[in-house]
């Protein structure tokens, strides 16, 4: 429900069906207004239509009624009808009592029948038309552009029925005695009932889960309070100050919202408390300007149409736009480093050319329909797409090959066929909500619903079940897996108040009166409080150990200082937003960059070392020359593979892929070589590594289960590993090939509490309720506040460990009296270690260490990845060459010199501990192609570091946790207890391996995405048509919620609207071609933990055309001068 905090009215939008196609979508959703209670227009007192649009000629000016209730007047005038001021629609009258309306984005609307005065047709700019039909006055039936048609049936003037063909899905409809629509109920027979007051207006809806929301409204028609079964909300309207104050309470909290508008109704402040924003206009109702609640102002600029020319930050830095063609598209952005970006169009209005800041340009081609066919990218590489007869994309033409998709009537995704020929297949219920995927080897996932269409149960690939409750309020509530039971609490606002674990064992959240988090508490009780601006920005942070972090920003809300024990890191940026400096106590770091915003230098000028770097037209990172003159070369194929690298120490590495972009091959230039093979569902079979005499140095081949978990691996020179699991996905047990077991339990919340083995014999695990580990057979752990491990002591042996205000490790001192120091860089990057009194520097390339220095900055190592986080290819160790061989898991099992005969070998038990290792190589990079500490026994995973004895990490993850994945919720948890499938790079408690993983599998324990499934899917696989419908209906839910509740802004909102529907196309190429690479190498480039796996797919058109719609919206800010409250 939803209420104009201006008005007073409510406004409650429903969609009964909708289906993306070719051109306009086929949108059935209807509206119900408080101000048109009295208003029946055959779908119930108060309620419109999406169609239900209509013309009134008075003669000297025609009004054009639209569905919200909104009515633009046109004034004739020498012939021409003028639009009302704001409003860039054209009307014009092809014949007597005819007219046709083109609207800003290209669309015309025909009204061709004067006895009902109705819309006829709705055509894009692409000539896609839907046809509107009537029996009489009323609409009996919408057809789009393929045939497809919404078939509308009355009685009584009442629609009873809506009918979609041609798979005769039905909605139907009752009314009560008045005339009102009482209750609506989809196929599979759930309902929503809404009742009335006596006189008039909607008093309550009771959904399908039976949880009922009450409206009440005061003597002059608004809404005073809406009540929902865990919270209610009152407004206060005040006419003479021109205020109205809404007060949430959930018998909790109490949160009062104030939202302030001027004498012509636009929303001019919001706030809570003496917190608020600020919103100007200029003399046409454009937004000019917006003050944020620290009184930093962004200003806007428009045309006499409306359309915006100039943005400028509160630092005055500014984004101009200059618009060409019949519909004034945006022809070029010139951007805050004056860096200008060129857009062509074709003549139906379809971008066909965009030339970036280098002059490197990108082409596009459209069939008649508007469907991009042809994506030429910077290179001359060219993408190729179809579609089936109702606008789905049913085929993607790479370079390497072809992808296939098929689709239901109803755009369902039902079939995706990758490149190399292997096909998944998708099944859904009766409301397109996805049942079942079955993989290329026909195993299956299946998902389970309720009435309101959360997912209550999921049935995976080993048929293990997993169950979701929620809240009258839709909130998850309850994951029950086979670990046990997590629970969630939630306050009136939605904030989860507490989570408790399988264990039993409470978390506690706090929030201020803006929902931002003020303290929270873990189970052993220890508490951290957080302090915010009044832009929302972390003040202040205080930890359990009483730490205080102390943050600062510029105007920009960009953050330019960090204050912690021990250290102050400061940042500055370029008028762009790209972070040109970082430094602390310890280094100093320097970016630059190129016309597309693509880090050029990367400087550690603390130290004076320069790393610069080099791309192609395509984004490519083609040059990379080190701090020693060294220089890098990357050579890729047609679909931007990366197929050759060569180094400064005179080593080349080849690769070559399958269709589908699977590596099949390396060869390295001392004649090793290693292959790789995949089964049907992609996953790697085997991988191995020989020498020049065809001795294998790393050999492995792999066993799956239906879930994807390995569960052999028939190791050369050794013989078969056989794993099993939990159901909750954990290794509990291994056989290695000379016979000896291992056996691991764990508890509700995923800790380790016992390992039998004939290596570690027996070992009982003890944790407090923060999943602190306390004892492991005779060692002892101590914590600090933080839940970092301080004390260690076995057997006698004391292990001290210090740590900074990031809770980042900074000392470790051993009983032997060795003593290791660390220092991180303002990124958080590790930058130096000293080893009693031995200095070793490191300097990164991204997040992949690049070289290691002595204290006199002499190079000592320096290494090679294929660009990667942790693909390393071969090391320079004390002036000499090697190459790495790598096996599953990114593991370097074997080193090879520059002969190829091998110098080093490793062998490690599933967690990481070393068992067997041959050669005197000092070589750091080893489990799972991380550094490993000798002296300490512990592996750094870049944001913290790893103990492989115990399997677990030595502080906790500082990252969000992903409330729905229970398995996700132990902040030390090594990859969620499964060593044998997944790695942990970047030391996060959801790995990167585990997301993609469900990735892969689609949504897999996602509840709160897999709703929406048959939407996602369609816009992850059918990007280029399906993304750019996800726009159009991303600007009609806007339209939905921002102007349909009587709006008086808006002209200017759909001045907003437009521009973010033109964009849609353009951006979503723009954001894969420009920015997303941009933020994303720059991430990487400057140490942030990101990956880079885009290619010109029609998943990134669709991702693109999302980006685009929340970014234009804070782009053309109109979309948001009045706000509306949701409850």
């Known amino acids: 429900m939803q209420v104009n905090s201006f008005t007073g009215n409510l406004f409650l939008p429903r969609t009964d069906f909708y289906v993306a196609g070719t051109g306009l979508p086929l949108d059935a959703s209807f509206a119900y207004n408080s101000a048109r209670d009295t208003l029946n227009v055959s779908f119930g007192l108060g309620w419109t239509f999406q169609y239900h649009i209509s013309y009134a000629n008075r003669g000297s000016a025609v009004d054009i009624l639209h569905a919200d209730g909104r009515v633009d007047t046109y004034a004739l005038q020498n012939g021409n009808y003028i639009p009302p001021i704001g409003v860039f629609d054209r009307l014009e009258q092809p014949q007597t009592g005819q007219f046709r309306l083109t609207t800003v984005d290209g669309e015309t609307w025909d009204f061709a029948d004067p006895s009902h005065r109705k819309v006829t047709q709705m055509q894009d700019r692409n000539g896609n038309v839907l046809t509107f039909a009537y029996a009489g006055s009323a609409l009996s039936g919408v057809t789009d552009a393929v045939g497809r048609t919404l078939t509308l049936s009355y009685a009584n003037g009442l629609l009873q029925a809506l009918t979609f063909a041609p798979t005769s899905r039905t909605i139907q409809y009752t009314y009560n005695a008045e005339q ?28 399908a889960r039976g949880n009922l ?59 809570v408390g003496d917190i608020s924003i600020a919103l100007i206009y200029d003399e046409d109702n454009n937004l000019s300007g917006q003050a944020d609640a620290n009184g930093n102002v962004t200003q806007f600029t428009h045309d006499a149409e409306g359309r915006i020319l100039t943005h400028q930050d509160a630092l005055s830095h500014s984004v101009a736009y200059a618009y060409a063609g019949p519909d004034n598209q945006v022809s070029a952005v010139v951007d805050k480093r004056g860096n200008s970006t060129l857009f062509g169009f074709d003549g139906a209005g379809n971008m066909n050319a965009i030339t970036l800041p280098d002059g490197s340009s990108m082409g596009m081609e459209y069939n008649g329909q508007g469907d991009l066919t042809r994506y030429t990218d910077g290179r001359g590489n060219g993408y190729t797409l179809a579609y089936d007869a109702n606008g789905n994309l049913s085929s993607a033409t790479y370079p390497s090959g072809t992808e296939n998709y098929a689709y239901s009537q109803t755009g369902q995704l039902l079939g995706f066929t990758d490149m190399n020929q292997h096909t998944t297949t998708y099944t859904y219920d009766e409301l397109d909500r996805l049942e079942k995927i079955t993989n290329p080897l026909s195993e299956t996932q299946e998902y389970f619903y309720d009435a309101s269409g959360n997912l209550t149960r999921v049935v995976d690939e080993r048929r293990v079940e997993t169950n979701y409750a929620y809240s009258a309020s839709d909130q998850l509530t309850q994951v029950t897996t086979p670990a046990g039971i997590t629970q969630y609490q939630y306050d009136g606002l939605g904030n989860i108040t507490q989570v408790t674990d399988a264990n039993g064992h409470h978390r506690t959240l706090q929030y201020d009166t803006q929902s931002r988090i003020k303290k929270t508490t873990d189970g052993a009780g220890f508490a951290t409080h957080f302090t915010y601006d009044a832009n929302g920005n972390i003040l202040s942070r205080t930890d359990g150990n009483g730490d205080v972090t102390t943050y600062q920003y510029d105007a920009l809300n960009r953050l330019i200082q960090k204050s912690y024990r021990g250290n102050t890191d400061v940042f500055e940026y370029d008028a762009a937003g790209n972070m040109v400096s970082a430094r602390n106590n310890q280094v100093s770091l320097s970016f630059t960059y190129d016309a597309l915003n693509r880090v050029v230098t990367r400087t550690v000028d603390t130290w004076g070392k320069t790393i610069r770097y080099q791309y192609d037209a395509a984004g490519n990172r083609t040059q990379m020359i080190d701090a020693e003159g060294g220089v890098t070369q990357y050579t890729y194929d047609a679909s931007n593979r990366l197929v050759v690298l060569e180094n400064p120490q005179g080593q080349s590495f080849s690769f070559s892929y399958d269709a589908g972009g699977r590596l099949l091959t390396q060869t390295n ?8 093979a995949y089964d049907a569902a992609d996953r790697l079979l085997s991988v191995a590594h020989i020498n020049p005499t065809i001795d294998t140095l790393v ?68 944790y407090d309720a923060g999943d602190r580990l306390l004892s492991a057979g005779g060692t002892t752990y101590l914590y600090d506040g933080n839940g970092n491990l301080t004390l260690k002591i076995s057997s006698g042996d004391s292990t001290v460990y210090e740590y900074d205000g990031e809770n980042r490790l900074v000392g470790v001192q051993l009983s032997s009296g060795s003593w290791i120091q660390y220092a991180y860089d303002a990124l958080g990057n590790r930058v130096q270690s000293v080893e009693n009194g031995v200095i070793t520097r490191y300097v990164h390339d991204g997040v992949n260490v690049l070289a290691d220095y002595n204290g006199q900055n002499t190079l000592q190592a320096r290494y090679t990845s294929a660009l990667l986080e942790d693909t390393w290819l071969g090391a320079e160790i004390d002036g000499q060459v090697y190459t790495y061989h790598r096996d599953a898991l990114s593991s370097v099992k074997s080193v090879t010199n520059s002969s190829g005969a091998e110098v080093a070998s490793y062998a490690y038990d599933v967690y990481g501990n070393l068992t067997n290792e041959q050669g005197t190589l000092e070589n750091r990079i080893r489990y799972t192609g991380r550094e490993y500490e000798a002296t300490t026994g512990l592996y750094f995973y870049r944001t913290r570091y790893y103990d492989p004895e115990v399997g677990r990490f030595l502080t906790q993850d500082q990252a969000n946790i ?23 790079p970047g030391g996060n408690v ?18 709160i995405v897999i709703r929406t499934a048959p939407y996602v899917i369609r816009g992850v696989l059918a990007g280029a048509r399906i993304g750019k419908t996800l726009a159009i209906r991303g600007t009609n839910f806007v339209k939905n919620t921002a102007v349909q509740v009587g709006n008086r802004t808006v002209n ?15 951006a979503s190429i723009y954001v894969k071609e420009v920015a997303m690479p941009a933020l994303t190498r720059q991430a990487r480039e400057i140490g942030s933990i990101t990956y880079n796996f885009f290619k010109p797919t029609p998943q990134s058109f669709a991702f693109g055309a999302a980006f685009t719609a929340v970014n234009e919206i804070f782009t053309y800010p109109e979309i948001n001068t009045k706000p509306n409250i949701t409850k």
């Open 180 to 207: 009102r629509l009482h209750s609506v109920e989809d196929p599979t027979g759930n309902r929503v009932t809404y009742h009335y007051f006596e006189e008039g207006g909607l008093k309550d809806v009771l959904d």
């Open 669 to 676: 230039s001392n004649g090793t070589q290693a292959e790789f």
């Open 1052 to 1066: 200017a909102t759909r001045v907003g609207l437009t521009k973010l529907h033109e964009a849609s196309l353009k």
């Open 962 to 984: 992903q409330i729905d994945r229970p398995n996700g919720l132990n902040r030390y948890s090594y990859v969620e207890g499964n060593p044998v499938c997944f790695n942990d």
């Open 990 to 1007: 959801v790995p990167f391996l585990i997301g993609a993983f469900h990735v892969a599998n689609v949504i897999r324990f996602s509840p």
């Open 213 to 271: 929301f009450t409206v009440n409204y005061n003597a002059s028609g608004q809404v005073n309070k809406i009540c929902s079964p865990v919270s209610n909300m009152t407004i206060t309207y005040n006419g003479s100050s021109g205020k109205t104050f809404v007060t949430e309470n959930d018998g909790n909290q109490r949160v009062v919202t104030t939202y302030t508008y001027d004498a012509d109704g636009r929303a001019i402040a919001q706030g």
């Open 699 to 766: 050999g492995q081949a792999f066993g799956y289960n239906a879930k994807g978990f390995r569960t052999s691996m028939v190791e050369a020179g050794e013989g078969q590993h056989v794993y099993t699991y939990d159901d909750a996905d954990r290794l509990t047990g291994v056989s290695y090939p000379g016979g000896d077991q291992e056996s691991f339990t764990f508890d509700g919340a995923g800790n380790r509490t016992g390992l039998q083995g004939a290596l570690a014999g027996n070992v009982a695990y003890q």
